[in-house]
């Protein structure tokens, strides 16, 4: 048994934690999974999908965001919490157009994978189908909004990494959409390169390199053959932060 | 389980029939499956309008009239009803039409499309059920109990439902068999 005051409770379980961690890191550490969207451990936490959430204390937050100090109660994998996590899974399906059939990235989406590991088998909500740009201007690379949660990965690898903010969030509520950082909104008439950090940061379909598809074949992907609960926690244990 | 069997209806709605083709691909299992259900209406009996049935599955969205009769009269039936497949859940292949006017999709199709020899007709006959003006999934009309995800789901995948369905548990899809595409 740890020390009691350099540990917290995840789910009636005392967990390690050091300090300036957050929930998710601790957890992670732990060998405990929460799952994750708008996260990537190479940026700075962004807490707005919200699919990490947990309650603090009783209170919901976002594990990623949140830092938990010793003695903290959390509660993880309670029937509320899973409940809340597939619905907000479901919610950005209806919100797109999210046809895995004849997606590219299928078995490399962590939208997809996410889903899978929450049990996911249904939109359970009336789908919105809306009505979405796709730039196929550019010579390598295709945008394809439809696919878009807006997790803002794009955005803060172009501004922070590539130092050419070339995305950016525009509008507001269900109107609220990704858009492109040139005058005629076309990705052709930036100067987006394929080796930018942007476009490898995309958890979705939504920016794909063009002609690279279907190099790997569906079954061999990312998600295929170890789930992303497996996936997750190999990075985490190789690169701890 | 008792010795009654449960009776099971199966349709394709605006589907393909590829979820059809996957519950036959259980193969020699569909033996063992024979010994716990029978079939109602179904592509399988040829059977057309269902009577009481303790299990509809469903494959395919609703892209007409006539799609949403067939799935109400099946709901009205049967006491547990499954979207199988991409289309019933999401709308699928189909509903990639969402975005288009039904009526510009027919006369691209019937009069202006590529290669027709001109003077054709968008098909009228009364007997023709209506197109909507979109492809909706069956949880846009009616309550779905249960969804069985997959373009198609594998044949296992259905096993594995079948299978949790009939000993009385809450069908789960592990990893591996859970599949949206």
């Known amino acids: ?241 | 389980m008792s010795g009654k069997k449960l009776r099971v209806a199966t349709t394709s709605l605006a589907g393909c029939f590829g979820c059809h083709m996957s519950l036959l691909d259980i193969d020699e299992r569909l033996i063992d499956l024979l010994e716990l259900v029978e079939f109602d209406a179904s592509p399988l009996t040829d059977k057309k309008h269902p009577g009481p049935c303790d299990l509809a599955l469903i494959e395919g969205g609703l892209c007409n009239a006539e799609n949403v009769h067939v799935l109400r009269e099946l709901r009205k039936q049967c006491k547990i009803l499954v979207a199988v497949g991409a289309c019933a859940i999401t709308g699928g292949l189909p509903a990639q039409r969402n975005n288009l006017d039904v009526r510009d999709c027919l006369r691209s199709v019937y009069l202006s499309g590529p290669g027709l020899a001109g003077g054709g007709l968008i098909p009228n006959d009364p007997e023709l059920p209506l197109p909507l003006a979109q492809v909706h999934p069956l949880h846009d009309v009616v309550k779905v109990d249960y969804f069985l995800p997959g373009c198609p789901p594998s044949a296992d995948a259905i096993w594995q439902f079948l299978t949790d369905l009939l000993a009385g548990r809450t069908p789960a899809l592990g990893h591996g068999l859970i599949h949206y595409d």
Request: with cysteine.
């Open chain 1, 1 to 241: 048994m740890s020390d009691p005051k350099n540990t917290f409770s995840l789910d009636g379980h005392e967990v390690p934690v050091t300090a300036g961690q957050t929930i998710l890191q601790a957890a992670e550490a732990s060998g405990s999974w929460i799952p994750t969207l708008c996260h990537h451990p190479e940026f700075e936490p962004h807490g707005s999908c919200r699919v990490c959430t947990v309650k603090l204390n009783g209170r919901t937050v976002s594990a990623c965001t949140t830092p938990v100090r010793a003695g903290d109660v959390v509660e993880l994998d309670t029937e509320e919490l899973k409940g809340l996590r597939q619905n907000l899974v479901q919610f950005l399906f209806t919100e797109g157009n999210h046809f895995c059939p004849s997606c590219e990235q299928s078995g490399d989406c962590r939208l997809q994978a996410v889903g899978y590991a929450l049990g996911v088998t249904g939109g359970h909500y009336n789908p919105l189908f809306p009505s979405r740009r796709v730039d196929a201007s550019h010579p390598d690379v295709l945008l394809e909004l439809n696919r878009c949660i807006l997790c803002e990965l794009c955005v803060r690898a172009s501004a922070q990494v590539d130092k050419k903010d070339i995305f950016a969030l525009s509008g507001r509520g269900i109107d609220k959409q990704l858009v492109v950082n040139a005058e005629s909104g076309r990705l052709a008439d930036t100067n987006l390169a394929l080796s930018d950090k942007a476009l490898s940061v995309c958890p979705v379909g939504a920016i794909l390199k063009k002609r690279q598809g279907f190099l790997v074949p569906i079954g061999k992907r990312t998600y295929d053959e170890r789930s992303i609960r497996e996936r997750d926690l190999d990075r985490a244990k190789e690169d701890p932060q």
